[in-house]
């Protein structure tokens, strides 16, 4: 089992940026992958980014790339989602996920 705890949402301005943190516990080892997704009201949970635990691949939504950044520090066993030139769109839920387990979700909310 796997457990993940999200931080670092808010209310920010459109053009503004965010840090979210996915601190992450349990069964580590059995984590090769680590997504965030997001869902806004009315809507469906979409995928944001994803990497692989050991750092060798990321991937990105269209919607998000050149803004958002994946990283991780694998000494705090936490995963980052850096967030800049944020959007009114890219208000939402951000959940992170691995497998099966998900965290609890952080509000991101972008004024405009």
């Known amino acids: 089992q796997v457990q993940l705890v999200e931080s670092g949402g808010g209310l920010v301005q459109a053009g503004g940026s965010l840090r979210l943190s996915c601190a992450v516990s349990?069964?580590?080892?059995?984590?090769?992958?680590i997504r965030w997704l997001r869902q806004a009201p009315g809507k469906e949970r979409e995928f944001v980014a994803a990497?692989?635990?050991?750092?060798?691949?990321?991937s990105y939504a269209d919607s998000v790339k050149g803004r958002f950044t994946i990283s991780r520090d694998n000494t705090k066993n936490t995963v980052y989602l850096q967030m800049n030139s944020l959007k009114p769109e890219d208000t939402a839920v951000y959940y992170c996920n691995t497998a099966s387990n998900w965290g609890q979700g952080t509000q991101v909310t972008v004024s405009s």
């Open positions: 349990g069964r580590t080892r059995s984590t090769y992958y």
């Open positions: 990497m692989s635990w050991s750092g060798a691949g990321t």
